[in-house]
């Protein structure tokens, strides 16, 4: 698993191997809009203020995914703590 960190929000949210940061979020009351939660629609795209990225989704461009300022809860992860911007 591994850590997210909310801008400005107090606490660290765990993701467990096997759940979804999107489901992790919404566990902790925190609302993400999404749609295809299949990593290709965009919906639930969510800024990254640091941290390293597992992307999984099917839309973000290469520039995108070495900028490292965005991922997509649905499917994508992060190793040890990301932070989040939302
Ligand atoms: Fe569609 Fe995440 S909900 S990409």
Do not use: K, M, W
Not at 24 to 53: F, K, N, Y
Request: proline residues 1%; hydrophobic residues 35%.
């Amino acid at each position: 698993g591994f850590e997210i960190e909310v801008s400005g929000r107090e606490g660290t949210i765990f993701v467990a191997e096997g759940q979804t940061a999107l489901d992790a979020l919404r566990a902790a009351g925190i609302a993400v809009e999404s749609s295809c939660e299949a990593g290709v629609c965009g919906t639930c795209r969510t800024r990254v203020l640091s941290g390293q990225l597992d992307h999984h989704d099917y839309i973000l461009s290469t520039e995108e995914r070495a900028g490292g300022n965005v991922f997509l809860p649905c499917v994508s992860r992060g190793c040890g703590r990301i932070v989040i911007d939302l």
